[in-house]
């Protein structure tokens, strides 16, 4: 038992368990990018529908595909309303990313393993991203099992098993993500061309294009049908207009990369950047040897495919108009088994436990930190201020020209919906459009149940709109977050009065 407790695979998996688990439901939703997540997610959950991303009842939520919804859904219908269960998929992903790198370890390098699944463990960007909502660990994990079965193809036995697994991993990473899930394809494919040609080695088997079919394709075949020119938005705006278009506004400058990239490489790998960097620094030695020798290509193939893995996508990132830290988290994993391919090949000891502990120590105080931190994006403190104010349960929460707290959804019940109105009709586009409906079509609806928020300068200008239009706005006790809190009555018994909730 005690050889089992000093063990670097049970010390390895302690610790990647602390980092992942130990309070992650302690803070409260953060808008807007897990608000919005987690709201479209129980709205499937309580409408019965996972087949649509939804906003709310009226309005449809496509920028993403449906497997982080699913997640998410599934993890809340299982473990109840809550941050821990909301945020579960991300911290198994995690999880599962560390295993990977054991894995992938083991068969490139091996003795290797576990200072990979260490560095992974450890390295400040995938700890920290391990507690938020998002879809970008469930696509790393996607796309890293698809790169371990590659791996395993390539460098181990049974390829046509392994080939077949790789394209499940690429299914559940288009399923996530759309066509940048496929992005691995491309790092797949130069490895294949650089390496030299064996029987057997063929990537595109009937049977894994078949599952990829399959598992990929029936959830985008279902939704384009049912809805006309969504096919043109997911190819237009989700793909074409992010790849090459500042509209999205995520510094799509020239000089972007060296803004988001940079940083989020030199910090996110701590404590591991240094091996990295002395990595790095015989890369352009080591390219300039493969290019001119073949055999040279064949005898370095673990080395040549970790550099591909993390090249080639970076550099895909870096052309592309749209950009954001989370983006490259895929690419941890590749970095992770070259700081330890480094640090072992220059006979470096592992790190001490000792040194491991206390820097875990070190994350987990900041996520408590983090926790505690009072911030307006917190949706729990939201909750709490509006049943603070709210004479009746509250059944919808509806922001006039403010952004949306979705996160209101998870803090306040699953039955709870959001809104976002505009004051006056503004042109928008079909899918996706900035705001669920204008004042005067929410204020005809006269649902029984609702909070108003707006932001304290609209506040004089909008309760005159309300009362010109037969209705008066009662504030809610104090503003909250200079933002005012208030309920809509009929002026008048002449008024249309609510409706019956039930």
Same mark, same amino acid.
């Given at each position: 038992?005690i050889? *089992? ?13 602390? %980092? ?8 409260? *939703? ?28 009226e ?53 290797? #393993? ?23 660990y469930?696509?790393?994990a ?39 899930? %496929?992005?691995? %394809?491309?790092?797949v ?16 088997? =009937?049977?894994g294009?078949?599952? =990829?079919?399959?598992?990929a394709l ?5 939704? *384009?049908?049912?809805?006309?020119g969504? =096919?043109?938005y997911?190819?237009? /705006? ?20 060296? #803004? ?6 030199? *910090? ?27 055999q040279?290509?064949?005898? /370095?193939?673990?080395?040549?495919l970790?550099?591909l893995?993390?090249?080639?996508p ?20 590749p ?10 090949? #220059? ?20 996520k ?17 201020a ?5 004479? #009746? ?17 998870l803090?306040l ?25 204008p004042?005067d079509e ?14 304290? /300068?609209?506040?004089?200008?909008l309760r005159?709109?309300?009362a010109?239009?037969?209705f ?6 104090t ?9 809509v009555?009929?002026?008048?018994a ?9």
């Amino acid at each position: 038992m005690i050889r *089992i407790l000093r063990s670097p695979a049970f010390r390895t998996a302690l610790i990647a368990l602390a %980092l992942a688990f130990c309070f992650l439901g302690t803070r409260g *939703i953060w808008d807007p990018d897990e608000g919005r997540y987690t709201n479209v997610a129980l709205n499937m959950l309580h409408s019965g529908d996972w087949l649509n991303p939804r906003r709310n009842d009226e309005v449809g939520h496509w920028t993403k595909p449906p497997l982080t919804y699913w997640l998410i859904a599934s993890s809340v219908a299982a473990f109840g309303s809550n941050p821990w269960a909301a945020r579960l998929p991300a911290a198994a992903s995690y999880l599962l990313c560390v295993w990977l790198a054991w894995r992938i370890g083991r068969r490139l390098t091996p003795g290797s #393993e576990r200072t990979a699944a260490l560095a992974y463990a450890t390295m400040l960007l995938p700890v920290g991203a391990s507690q938020l909502i998002t879809t970008d660990y469930v696509l790393a994990a996607c796309e890293t099992m698809a790169m371990w079965a590659f791996v395993e193809a390539r460098f181990g036995d049974a390829k046509k098993r392994w080939i077949t697994l790789m394209w499940v991993g690429f299914a559940l990473a288009f399923l996530t993500k759309g066509p940048p899930g %496929l992005l691995p %394809l491309l790092v797949v494919l130069a490895f294949d061309q650089a390496m030299p040609r064996r029987a057997g080695d063929r990537i595109f088997h =009937f049977s894994g294009l078949l599952v =990829f079919v399959l598992l990929a394709l029936p959830w985008y075949v279902a939704v *384009i049908h049912g809805n006309p020119g969504l =096919f043109q938005y997911f190819v237009g /705006d989700e793909v074409v207009n992010r790849v090459t278009t500042k509209e999205f506004g995520r510094h799509g400058e020239w000089y972007g990369w060296l #803004e988001i990239y940079v940083p989020t490489l030199l *910090i996110g790998t701590l404590p591991w950047t240094l091996p990295l960097l002395r990595w790095a620094r015989g890369v352009p030695a080591s390219v300039k040897r493969w290019w001119r020798d073949p055999q040279a290509r064949a005898a /370095d193939a673990a080395p040549l495919l970790l550099l591909l893995w993390v090249l080639l996508p970076l550099l895909v990132f870096c052309v592309s108009k749209s950009r954001m830290p989370l983006y490259i988290l895929p690419l941890f994993v590749p970095l992770a088994l070259l700081a330890a391919k480094q640090r072992d090949g #220059e006979g470096r000891a592992p790190p001490s436990w000792r040194w491991l502990w206390l820097w875990a120590a070190l994350l987990l105080s900041a996520k408590l930190v983090s926790a505690l931190w009072p911030t307006h994006k917190d949706a729990a403190q939201w909750a709490d201020a509006i049943r603070e104010r709210a004479p #009746e349960p509250v059944r919808e929460v509806v922001f006039v020209e403010d952004m949306a707290r979705y996160g209101l959804h998870l803090h306040l019940g699953v039955s709870t919906e959001i809104e976002k109105l505009s004051l006056d009709p503004v042109p928008q586009p079909r899918f996706n459009p900035e705001y669920d409906e204008p004042l005067d079509e929410e204020l005809r609806e006269a649902e029984a149940g609702l909070v108003w928020v707006c932001k304290e /300068d609209l506040w004089p200008r909008l309760r005159q709109r309300i009362a010109a239009r037969g209705f008066r706005a009662v504030p809610l006790g104090t503003p909250y977050q200079r933002r005012v809190l208030f309920r809509v009555e009929p002026l008048s018994a002449n008024a249309p009065a609510a409706s019956d909730p039930r």
